[in-house]
C-alpha cells in the first residue's frame, strides 16, 4: 500500500502558474509509474500527465503539452505538477496517481489514489 497527499493548489488568475506536489509514503520502497489526473464538476476524470519510474519518460494529453511539466524526486518520495499559462479551462481538483510499475495513462490504470487538491483559474 501506498498513501499519497497533495498539496500546491489554489485560486490563480489565467496566465498565471502553479506547482503541485504529492508526497508518497507506505510502501514507497516499490516502483511506481506516477501520474496526474484531474476532474472537473459533472465531467469524468482525464488524464493530465505521467511519469516513469527513473523519471526518464514523461507524458502529457495535448491540452497541456508545452504548458505543464511533470518531475518527480525519488529521495524525497515527491510527484511534481509545474503549471504554468494556465487557462479558465484547467480549472477542477487535481489527482495524485501511483500504478505498479508502469506510468498511469488512464483512470482505470491506477493502482492508488490521492485525496485531491483544488485548482482554480479565473478570467
Known amino acids: 500500500q501506498v498513501q499519497l497527499v497533495e498539496s500546491g493548489g489554489g485560486l490563480v488568475q489565467a496566465g498565471g502558474s502553479l506547482r503541485l506536489f504529492c508526497v508518497a509514503s507506505?510502501?514507497?520502497?516499490?516502483?511506481?509509474?506516477m501520474g496526474w489526473f484531474r476532474q472537473a464538476p459533472g465531467k469524468e476524470r482525464e488524464f493530465v500527465a505521467a511519469i516513469s519510474r527513473s523519471g526518464s519518460g514523461t507524458y502529457y494529453t495535448d491540452s497541456v503539452k508545452g504548458r505543464f511539466t511533470i518531475s518527480r524526486d525519488n529521495a524525497k518520495n515527491t510527484l511534481y505538477l509545474q503549471m504554468m499559462s494556465l487557462r479558465p479551462e484547467d480549472t477542477a481538483v487535481y489527482y495524485c496517481?501511483?500504478?505498479?510499475?508502469?506510468?498511469?495513462?488512464?483512470?482505470?490504470?491506477?493502482?492508488?489514489w490521492g485525496q485531491g487538491t483544488q485548482v482554480t483559474v479565473s478570467s
Open positions: 507506505g510502501r514507497t520502497a516499490s516502483p511506481y509509474g
Open positions: 496517481a501511483a500504478r505498479n510499475f508502469i506510468a498511469p495513462i488512464s483512470a482505470n490504470e491506477v493502482d492508488y
